[in-house]
């Protein structure tokens, strides 16, 4: 940390040195829950000691991309910028150029936070991008209302009995409400339950194929049909976003919500302190008896320096705020995504109780699982040719409860077939060009599915 902080006086010293007639820097983020924290612990000091204002936009994850896309043929994006695309794009968009690179060296950062980084994620050419701020988080926690439900069952089978029992339509009350606008979102919820219940995300690392129609990810997927079908899921849940969701939740619309563990942050700061007093949290319940960690890749940063950003090392100045001691403890204090410095929820204030419980409970469920592109970065060249497939599975859920699409399971085969023929035509696209990567570069031989596949493992395939 005294790495960290010398550096940082030393940029503070530059900043000293601007005028307040400088250019205002930009912030682009759907964090909104963090407003206040931002606003209090980074850009008022940040504008107190470099005379450089901090102009605030907010977008949902969703309006965020279309808004940075948009921008990109223009000159009106932002200096910084959160990332809202999924891990393994990030090296895509850094070949397309979104992303100025920090003026920070790797080894200027705390050690907990070296230890995150990777090329292709945080670091590209071996310089450092961006940097995680938040610990691993999923969407796969299931948040209730306690008032009405005692006991949170550990079988999908058994959520479906408990959703139908909590159903009321007469008096407008529902055993859950979704996030269907936001199919992205929902195709999340279902890879992850499938891989919770022992199935796969999106690759089966044992054939290096995409696998979206296995048994596992049927039953979860079937769930959610059943579970619509029954009359269970708020009806208004095809208008609904994830914050929405909320709001039909702390009206008593609707008893569960799926969410991450900023539930309750997001909850208090919409609707007040008061609503946490019916809050309950639970893990996920799984298809059968197995319950599998949620694994993901390495992590990407939270914040990133845009290529908009005209003046490097203030924009680095400002980022640098995210890893003080004031700063994690102000993310614990806010109930959203869990600090990387996880010690801070420790010396943490006014924590309600159901927040921790839900950090314990996505601590416990965490792992990684094996991610090409840190095996080979050429793979990365394969990333960014890669164009999207649509529909995927949460398009595939909203398309047939809507009745766009008659037979589910033929459309789960064709997504599946779809997404290897793609990845099968970037891979030979790319070898054309010169890249040195080919379709065994996605085959794991020592991943065991529901275990850590920790970094060490990595130098096993050589």
């Known amino acids: 940390m005294k790495k960290i902080l010398s550096l940082l ?10 005028t307040a007639q400088a250019e205002p820097m930009s912030w682009w983020d759907q964090f909104l829950n963090l407003q206040e924290t931002h606003e209090n612990v980074i850009w008022k000091p940040f504008t107190e000691e470099t005379g450089i204002e901090v102009e605030y936009q907010n977008y949902d994850a969703a309006s965020f991309k279309e808004a940075f896309d948009l921008a990109m043929g223009t000159d009106q994006g932002p200096s ?27 080894e200027d950062l705390p050690d907990y936070v070296q230890a995150t980084l ?3 994620y945080t670091m590209f050419d071996g310089q450092v991008y961006s940097f995680p701020t938040f610990a691993h988080n999923h969407y796969d926690l299931f948040w209730y209302n306690k008032e009405k439900v005692s006991e949170v069952p550990q079988t999908l089978a058994e959520m479906r009995e408990l959703l139908k029992s909590l159903t009321n339509a007469e008096n407008n009350v529902y055993g859950i409400a979704l996030p269907l606008t936001d199919t992205g979102r929902m195709n999340g919820i279902i890879n ?20 979206f ?8 997927f079937k769930f959610f049909v059943d579970i619509w079908e029954d009359g269970s899921v708020h009806p208004a849940s095809t208008t609904l976003k994830t914050r929405t969701v909320r ?33 309950g949290v639970a893990a996920a ?4 008896e197995t319950r599998n960690p949620v694994c993901t890749a390495p992590s ?8 908009f950003c005209k003046d490097t090392e203030a924009g680095t100045n400002l980022m640098l705020r995210l890893l003080s001691d004031e700063y994690a403890i102000a993310l614990a204090e806010a109930m959203d995504q869990p600090p990387l410095n996880t010690a801070a929820l420790e010396k943490a204030e006014n924590v309600a109780e159901v927040y921790v419980e839900g950090c314990k409970i996505m601590a416990s469920q965490m792992g990684y699982r094996p991610e090409p592109q840190v095996r080979n970065s050429a793979v990365g060249d394969v990333y960014t040719e890669l164009m999207t497939i649509s529909p995927n599975v949460g398009d595939i859920y909203v398309g047939y409860i809507t009745g766009a699409i008659t037979d589910w399971e033929t459309a789960l085969d064709e997504y599946t077939a779809a997404m290897n023929a793609e990845l099968d035509r970037a891979i030979e696209t790319c070898r054309s060009m010169g890249s040195n990567v080919s379709r065994d570069d996605f085959i794991f031989s020592n991943y065991v599915r529901g275990e850590d596949y920790t970094s060490d493992k990595y130098a096993e395939l050589k």
Do not use: H
């Open 118 to 120: 990777a090329e292709g």
């Open 300 to 307: 990407t940063g939270t914040f990133y320096l845009s290529s």
């Open 247 to 279: 709001e039909r939740w702390a009206n008593d619309e609707a008893v569960f919500a799926i969410d991450g563990c900023w539930y309750p942050g997001s909850i208090k700061n919409a609707f007040g302190a008061e609503y946490l007093d019916k809050l």
């Open 9 to 18: 006086l030393a940029l503070l010293m530059v900043g000293a040195l601007v």
């Open 285 to 288: 319940p799984v298809v059968g």
């Open 80 to 106: 910084v910028m959160s990332y809202a695309w999924g891990g393994n794009e990030a090296v895509a968009k850094y070949n397309n150029g979104y992303f100025s690179p920090l003026s920070v060296n790797k």
């Open 192 to 211: 992850y339950l499938a891989e919770m219940s022992g199935g796969v995300y999106d690759i089966d690392y044992a054939t290096g194929q995409y696998v």
């Open 213 to 220: 129609n296995d048994d596992i990810t049927k039953a979860v």
